[in-house]
């Protein structure tokens, strides 16, 4: 343990003032000690982490954190901050400050231990422990474990607890992106409040150092499930005929003693939602639908979501892969030989090659996995295989992406279906491996091989002669739409199925789909860059917290990584939305008014080389940036002026920037 953190990673007169300057200070101790091989780099990669959610917690405690390929090993650096830094908590800004780098492969161990420091955050003795310390070396021990504060005497039973006879009984399941800090302080804090009401919770923690499913059953006799997650939930079926509060991690962690409350009241309600299994028999293993609560819009872009978020990495590295081989071999390099039968060491066009068939063959899986992973977000792990299935026939039939997303929907119905009939007890154990998906893989071969196939193909086909034929206004038209719907909710549901739509098209790629994926990409870059933009030419306009986060967003914009312009909309929503909207709309349509194509799914800047028309890619991109830039710096200005004049009729000496 001792290697993680030593006095020389800890500062307890941390002096900086804003949490990108407390991540700058403390991670130069790490670079001092070895432990980070690329400051800017990793500083990079906190910056990118932030940008998904503040990492500032109730309590006073900073927890940035991030894996990165420039963190050597599993590092920790302590900060106290006198003054307190602002890490976008709802309470205020932190005097604790943690910032945790861990490796892109770190070792369960050290993960473990890590998630162990987390859960210990939630200890009010330890953290008063840490503010009254003096010593770096005493300091570092203590966050290591080998010196155990006071403990807090926890609260004593009341007369209601200690009458109660029967215990009410909660499972819980938390998890985070990253899995490092998140999930282990949304899971002491929930058993804190569990303690505190008198309630038996049981938890489990997904995290990056793995997870122990709970005792199959613990999770029947409990009376209601908690799920505080901000990625899927691993195993749904099991949690089956329970009711569930479904929220985000953070509410475990603010907000457990709500969770709960809630939780006892759906179970007084008697409601029943989250997942379902065969009518009668829950907990038997033969159910397995994620069921997302909701009208059905909302379960469908559900299912849909998760489809795509399973399919961007084979997007990512597929696609890069064959737009590098373009780079080396030319176009022409995608008809060349097997490279299993024709490969020479020393010449660039065997290389080419053979990364053009190793992306051609992540790209192969596109279609399968969309297919495969809607049917899991509808029904779990027995939907797998007749969703693959389905995808697999979808590109046998020349159906595409189109086939694709109906395969994955009728795979997941169809197991529903075959879910809600009762079965012998004595079969249960084969139904989610065997029975389930043999009768649900016919049922959807049938479907796509004779019924539903051959439409959905000619469907395809039609909308790839419509994006082929594109020119004029039509194409301006499209890029519009695809620029409104990249930069609305940047990140969420229409930015998803604007770019599900375009790499898509990159599985058999057309001059017309290829016009698609650059308006996506350029109108996706805009909202970033916009908000670094203005807050670098009017930064009068902005927070001390907005500014820093506009310094990020350049490489986040540059990077093709919209969700850098989240903690403005989420500030500003109605100033900062609409004029990002307006410059991706002008971005798309200038993208496509100028013809300008895209053979890569990802990489912003950084692939610009293999953009047909990469000046006038790159002006329309700067075009879109202005028209942006200068909406959100009149809009805030409107608003700032009328403050001003009030504040003036005050007798307040006020600058404002006009």
């Not at 890490?87 to 780098?101: E, N, R």
Request: glycine share 12%; proline share 6%; aromatic share 6%.
């Amino acid at each position: 343990m001792s290697e993680l953190i030593t006095a020389e990673l800890v500062d307890l007169d941390l002096s900086a003032e804003t949490k990108s300057a407390a991540a700058r200070s403390l991670a130069g101790r790490m670079v001092e000690a070895g432990r980070v091989t690329d400051l800017d780099g990793f500083l990079a990669d906190v910056a990118a982490r932030e940008a998904q959610m503040p990492t500032g917690l109730d309590g006073g405690i900073g927890i940035p954190h991030c894996r990165s390929e420039h963190v050597s090993e599993p590092t920790l650096a302590f900060g106290r901050s006198a003054a307190g830094i602002d890490f976008g908590a709802a309470d205020g800004p932190a005097d604790l400050v943690f910032l945790i780098a861990a490796p892109a492969g770190a070792d369960d161990d050290h993960l473990t231990i890590l998630s162990s420091l987390a859960r210990r955050l939630m200890d009010p003795g330890f953290t008063g422990a840490l503010r009254a310390e003096g010593d770096p070396a005493a300091a570092a021990a203590l966050i290591r474990g080998e010196e155990v504060p006071a403990a807090v005497p926890a609260p004593e039973d009341t007369e209601a607890e200690k009458e109660t006879a029967e215990p009410f009984r909660i499972v819980a399941v938390t998890s985070c992106p990253t899995g490092i800090a998140h999930t282990y302080m949304a899971a002491e804090s929930l058993e804190a409040a569990a303690r505190a009401q008198g309630v038996v919770l049981d938890v489990e923690t997904q995290g990056s150092a793995g997870f122990e499913r709970l005792d199959p059953a613990v999770i029947a006799a409990a009376d209601a499930v908690i799920w505080a997650h901000d990625v899927d939930v691993r195993e749904k079926a099991r949690f089956g005929g329970k009711p569930v509060v479904d929220a985000g991690v953070k509410a475990g962690i603010n907000r457990p003693a709500e969770l709960i409350a809630e939780a006892r009241r759906k179970a007084e309600r008697g409601e029943i939602s989250g997942v379902t299994e065969g009518p009668g028999e829950p907990g038997s293993g033969t159910g397995g639908s994620a069921g997302a609560s909701g009208h059905f819009g909302v379960r469908l872009r559900t299912y849909l979501m998760s489809g795509v978020s399973y399919m961007v990495p084979f997007v990512a590295a597929g696609g890069l892969l064959i737009a590098l081989s373009f780079a080396i071999g030319g176009y022409e390099i995608a008809s060349a030989k097997s490279v299993a039968d024709h490969f020479v060491w020393g010449e660039a066009a065997s290389w080419a090659a053979l990364l053009n068939q190793i992306g051609t063959a992540a790209f192969g899986f596109l279609v399968p996995v969309l297919a495969g992973y809607i049917a899991y977000g509808m029904a779990d792990r027995p939907a797998l295989v007749p969703g693959f299935v389905g995808g697999a026939i979808a590109l046998t039939i020349d159906a595409g992406f189109l086939g694709g997303l109906v395969a994955g929907l009728l795979a997941g119905a169809a197991v529903m279906a075959i879910q809600r009939v009762k079965v012998h007890p004595t079969l249960r154990g084969i139904m989610p491996v065997l029975v389930i998906p043999l009768l649900a893989s016919i049922a959807v071969g049938f479907l796509m091989f004779i019924v539903v196939g051959k439409p959905i193909a000619s469907l395809q086909n039609a909308l790839t002669d419509w994006l082929n034929g594109l020119s004029g206004s039509n194409a301006v038209i499209l890029g519009v739409v695809l620029g409104l719907m990249m930069c609305f909710d940047m990140g969420g549901p229409l930015n998803k199925v604007a770019y599900a739509f375009a790499v898509g098209g990159l599985a058999d790629p057309t001059p017309g789909s290829l016009k698609v994926m650059a308006a996506v990409m350029a109108a996706g870059m805009v909202p970033p860059l916009a908000m670094a933009l203005a807050t670098t030419v009017r930064r009068g306009l902005f927070t001390r917290t907005e500014r820093e986060n506009g310094r990020a967003a350049w490489v986040l914009g540059a990077s093709f990584i919209t969700e850098g312009a989240i903690p403005f909309a989420a500030a500003d929503p109605l100033r900062v939305i609409p004029s990002v909207m307006a410059g991706g709309a002008v971005t798309g349509a200038l993208s496509m008014a100028f013809g300008c194509t895209l053979r890569a799914p990802h990489g912003g800047v950084f692939v610009v080389p293999l953009i047909g028309e990469p000046f006038l890619y790159l002006l329309a991109i700067a075009a879109g940036t202005a028209v942006s830039t200068a909406l959100v710096v009149t809009l805030k200005g409107v608003r700032r002026r009328p403050e001003a004049a009030a504040t003036a009729d005050d007798g307040s000496d006020v600058a404002v920037a006009a």
